[in-house]
């Protein structure tokens, strides 16, 4: 079950820049490659290897682990990868229950840690930590923009529903911070739950103009067919999550239509993302997600941070990482004091392009946003 | 307005009893007849799942999809059977469990490695889609109304084939004394090759129907393989018609612990107290359930061995 793939770049002889002097890297990957939720871990793997070999560096080894997302698995591997292979920076997990387990004892062990998806809360504010990066978006961030836009889109009596778990209540809390409307109603399902008959009649005999979910994977991917079988035409809202390139091929044409919030979209204009979206698709045969840009994003910042400062004098190389010289592919991207991102978030809707579900981007939820646990983080 | 959603919720009920009996009859049937313990019933819903929504895919027809899933489940489970379980009758539970439980690993990965890591697309075909109009207020999904149909029919066909026909005779029989009916001439291994198969299609039938409007995923079965225990625990192990019965009481209990605790609670305490009350309740209720049933009768409603 365990997966080992080591990529060290021998070619040596063909890399044409030269850098003098400076020590290799040694990157530690844990994510999920199997079982349930697999298909994000392959994403953050994919995107990321793509600028790896995109880089083609001789001095940048990386060593990746199937997490399983098992939190007990995961903080094993993290040990061995930390004592064994003496890793210099961990990234790669997906989940935020695993982060925790993982994050605290790696970046108090001197190793760096670099985030390309989980943001929990308890990570942002008080208990940030400089060895610590987010390079994906703290938890909340996509909820709140999604709140805000139903402000726009004036919507005012919103039923909200997640699953009963920490990232499930900070869906919803994230979703309230902004939204200016009523609640027709919020209902906290069991994690995993797969039939939502039931919930889905008390939607209909509320009265909502607008429903917000938050259920990621599966979850996600039943309810958005049960609600569209049993005919309701009331809109949807939600996070990328439940509506990202993944997910939307299994979801069917009962997604089209559907307003989700993100902070990447491959339509957005730049250059970096038109390489990685043509690039992505030409090595790998899918659309790349969200979860890939990510994996994209955190390879290249380290890369970045490389090219100036040398990771044996991890204050200089910390410096490197903060000041973020790269070019992310969803544009403008700088980390705020507690080293997570301040970027914009934008709205995209459910589309169809030819035969293939996609997302489109229709506007911005929130310019140049930052978390609301930065104040409380002391760097 | 309120009675039109609890007659929805009752419904809803009813549909989730008899999803969960779809899934948890052949779990029951194998322990019931062979007194196997089979925890790679899960993957066998998966194997039916998959199978579906490829030929589904491929062909464009959700009944020929349907088909597969019962011809790929059976064929597996024939398969199952024939190279693992036969070496396990005899031996205790805890072997049993073991070797089902690697079979559960080795069917998710072997899933995994020829399907992919991402969720494969399988809906309902379009005359199921939407809404009926019921009693002239109450709007029902189809498919929801066509999975009650189905269920009831594969019950009955189930009821007949135990009870009315000669392959029933001698399943019964082989469960009652093994050695005896092995001895009156009849081929007891093709038999419980017969009956794991059975149990096998079951699984992989109502794998198709529930992934087609769950998700068609690698994983999927283990969170069902726990829901048809609880059904069968309740039920009485081994008995079908303790499956039934379990089912739509587990279907009911949940949907309107779902439904109403919260709002019960509300009228007793704080709102946003009773909504995380009602939430964590609702969602252990049918546990609390097994628990009471458990508690007075200890064999569960219709115990199959006296």
């Given at each position: 079950?365990?997966?080992?793939?080591?990529?060290?770049?021998?070619?040596?002889?063909?890399?044409?820049?030269?850098?003098?002097?400076?020590?290799?890297?040694?990157?530690?990957?844990?994510?999920?490659?199997?079982?349930?939720?697999?298909?994000?871990?392959?994403?953050?793997?994919?995107?990321?290897?793509?600028?790896?070999?995109?880089?083609?560096?001789?001095?940048?080894?990386?060593?990746?682990?199937?997490?399983?997302?098992?939190?007990?698995?995961?903080?094993?591997?993290?040990?061995?990868?930390?004592?064994?292979?003496?890793?210099?920076?961990?990234?790669?997990?997906?989940?935020?229950?695993?982060?925790?387990?993982?994050?605290?004892?790696?970046?108090?062990?001197?190793?760096?840690?670099?985030?390309?998806?989980?943001?929990?809360?308890?990570?942002?504010?008080?208990?940030?930590?400089?060895?610590?990066?987010?390079?994906?978006?703290?938890?909340?961030?996509?909820?709140?923009?999604?709140?805000?836009?139903?402000?726009?889109?004036?919507?005012?009596?919103?039923?909200?529903?997640?699953?009963?778990?920490?990232?499930?209540?900070?869906?919803?809390?994230?979703?309230?911070?902004?939204?200016?409307g009523n609640l027709a109603g919020e209902i906290y399902t069991k994690l995993g739950q797969k039939d939502y008959a039931a919930e889905i009649a008390q939607i209909r005999a509320s009265g909502a103009d607008s429903v917000y979910i938050f259920l990621p994977g599966g979850m996600g991917i039943a309810f958005m067919k049960q609600y569209s079988q049993a005919g309701m035409t009331t809109p949807i809202m939600g996070p990328a999550f439940s509506f990202d390139q993944g997910i939307l091929k299994a979801v069917g044409k009962a997604a089209l239509g559907v307003r989700n919030s993100?902070?990447?979209?491959?339509?957005?204009?730049?250059?970096?993302?038109?390489?990685?979206?043509?690039?992505?698709?030409?090595?790998?045969?899918?659309?790349?997600?969200?979860?890939?840009?990510?994996?994209?994003?955190?390879?290249?910042?380290?890369?970045?941070?490389?090219?100036?400062?040398?990771?044996?004098?991890?204050?200089?190389?910390?410096?490197?990482?903060?000041?973020?010289?790269?070019?992310?592919?969803?544009?403008?991207?700088?980390?705020?004091?507690?080293?997570?991102?301040?970027?914009?978030?934008?709205?995209?809707?459910?589309?169809?392009?030819?035969?293939?579900?996609?997302?489109?981007?229709?506007?911005?939820?929130?310019?140049?946003?930052?978390?609301?646990?930065?104040?409380?983080?002391?760097? | 307005?309120?009675?039109?959603?609890?007659?929805?919720?009752?419904?809803?009920?009813?549909?989730?009893?008899?999803?969960?009996?779809?899934?948890?009859?052949?779990?029951?049937?194998?322990?019931?007849?062979?007194?196997?313990?089979?925890?790679?019933?899960?993957?066998?819903?998966?194997?039916?799942?998959?199978?579906?929504?490829?030929?589904?895919?491929?062909?464009?027809?959700?009944?020929?999809?349907?088909?597969?899933?019962?011809?790929?489940?059976?064929?597996?489970?024939?398969?199952?059977?024939?190279?693992?379980?036969?070496?396990?009758?005899?031996?205790?539970?805890?072997?049993?469990?073991?070797?089902?439980?690697?079979?559960?690993?080795?069917?998710?990965?072997?899933?995994?490695?020829?399907?992919?890591?991402?969720?494969?697309?399988?809906?309902?075909?379009?005359?199921?889609?939407?809404?009926?109009?019921?009693?002239?207020?109450?709007?029902?999904?189809?498919?929801?109304?066509?999975?009650?149909?189905?269920?009831?029919?594969?019950?009955?066909?189930?009821?007949?084939?135990?009870?009315?026909?000669?392959?029933?005779?001698?399943?019964?029989?082989?469960?009652?004394?093994?050695?005896?009916?092995?001895?009156?001439?009849?081929?007891?291994?093709?038999?419980?090759?017969?009956?794991?198969?059975?149990?096998?299609?079951?699984?992989?039938?109502?794998?198709?129907?529930?992934?087609?409007?769950?998700?068609?995923?690698?994983?999927?079965?283990?969170?069902?393989?726990?829901?048809?225990?609880?059904?069968?625990?309740?039920?009485?192990?081994?008995?079908?018609?303790?499956?039934?019965?379990?089912?739509?009481?587990?279907?009911?209990?949940?949907?309107?612990?779902?439904?109403?605790?919260?709002?019960?609670?509300?009228?007793?305490?704080?709102?946003?107290?009773?909504?995380?009350?009602?939430?964590?309740?609702?969602?252990?209720a049918i546990y609390l359930l097994m628990i009471v049933i458990l508690v007075f009768k200890p064999k569960g409603l219709f115990p199959a061995h006296g």
């Amino acid at each position: 079950m365990k997966k080992k793939l080591i990529t060290s770049l021998l070619g040596a002889a063909l890399c044409l820049t030269p850098h003098v002097g400076a020590a290799p890297v040694k990157v530690g990957m844990i994510t999920t490659l199997s079982g349930g939720g697999s298909g994000l871990g392959v994403d953050v793997r994919d995107g990321f290897m793509l600028a790896v070999k995109t880089a083609n560096r001789s001095d940048l080894e990386v060593i990746v682990e199937d997490d399983a997302r098992k939190p007990a698995l995961a903080v094993q591997i993290a040990d061995k990868m930390i004592q064994k292979e003496k890793v210099d920076i961990l990234t790669g997990i997906i989940w935020s229950n695993l982060a925790m387990a993982v994050v605290p004892s790696t970046v108090n062990q001197g190793v760096l840690y670099l985030s390309p998806n989980a943001g929990p809360s308890a990570l942002a504010g008080q208990g940030c930590h400089k060895n610590y990066f987010n390079v994906a978006w703290q938890n909340d961030n996509l909820h709140e923009a999604m709140g805000n836009y139903a402000n726009s889109a004036d919507h005012k009596n919103s039923f909200i529903l997640a699953p009963n778990y920490p990232a499930g209540k900070d869906a919803l809390t994230g979703y309230k911070r902004l939204y200016k409307g009523n609640l027709a109603g919020e209902i906290y399902t069991k994690l995993g739950q797969k039939d939502y008959a039931a919930e889905i009649a008390q939607i209909r005999a509320s009265g909502a103009d607008s429903v917000y979910i938050f259920l990621p994977g599966g979850m996600g991917i039943a309810f958005m067919k049960q609600y569209s079988q049993a005919g309701m035409t009331t809109p949807i809202m939600g996070p990328a999550f439940s509506f990202d390139q993944g997910i939307l091929k299994a979801v069917g044409k009962a997604a089209l239509g559907v307003r989700n919030s993100s902070q990447w979209n491959k339509d957005i204009d730049n250059a970096a993302n038109k390489v990685f979206v043509a690039d992505f698709e030409a090595a790998y045969g899918r659309l790349p997600s969200l979860y890939a840009s990510q994996g994209y994003d955190t390879a290249n910042l380290i890369l970045s941070a490389m090219d100036s400062a040398d990771i044996n004098d991890q204050d200089a190389f910390r410096a490197a990482l903060k000041s973020a010289q790269f070019d992310s592919v969803r544009g403008d991207f700088r980390f705020g004091n507690n080293q997570h991102p301040i970027q914009d978030i934008y709205v995209r809707e459910v589309v169809m392009e030819g035969d293939v579900l996609t997302n489109k981007i229709i506007g911005v939820g929130l310019k140049d946003h930052q978390d609301a646990y930065a104040a409380n983080c002391s760097l | 307005m309120d009675v039109i959603l609890l007659l929805e919720q009752l419904l809803n009920g009813l549909q989730l009893g008899i999803m969960l009996f779809l899934i948890a009859a052949g779990l029951t049937l194998i322990f019931g007849v062979m007194g196997l313990i089979n925890l790679a019933h899960g993957s066998l819903y998966m194997i039916g799942a998959f199978a579906c929504a490829a030929v589904a895919t491929w062909s464009g027809s959700f009944w020929l999809g349907l088909m597969a899933s019962l011809t790929f489940a059976a064929a597996a489970g024939a398969l199952i059977e024939v190279v693992i379980m036969r070496r396990l009758y005899h031996r205790e539970h805890l072997d049993q469990v073991l070797a089902t439980f690697a079979l559960i690993l080795i069917c998710s990965e072997g899933t995994r490695w020829l399907f992919g890591s991402f969720p494969l697309y399988l809906d309902v075909p379009d005359i199921f889609y939407g809404a009926v109009n019921l009693f002239g207020v109450l709007q029902y999904s189809r498919y929801r109304l066509f999975i009650i149909v189905i269920g009831l029919f594969t019950a009955l066909c189930i009821y007949l084939l135990i009870n009315k026909t000669r392959i029933g005779m001698r399943i019964r029989a082989g469960a009652a004394d093994r050695q005896m009916t092995a001895a009156l001439g009849i081929n007891i291994s093709l038999l419980y090759t017969l009956v794991f198969a059975l149990g096998a299609a079951l699984a992989g039938f109502s794998g198709a129907l529930v992934g087609s409007i769950q998700s068609v995923e690698v994983g999927m079965g283990e969170p069902v393989l726990i829901l048809a225990f609880v059904v069968v625990v309740i039920g009485g192990i081994g008995s079908i018609r303790g499956a039934l019965v379990g089912a739509l009481l587990v279907g009911m209990v949940d949907t309107l612990g779902r439904g109403y605790l919260p709002q019960i609670l509300q009228l007793l305490l704080d709102p946003v107290f009773a909504n995380t009350l009602g939430a964590a309740l609702s969602s252990i209720a049918i546990y609390l359930l097994m628990i009471v049933i458990l508690v007075f009768k200890p064999k569960g409603l219709f115990p199959a061995h006296g």
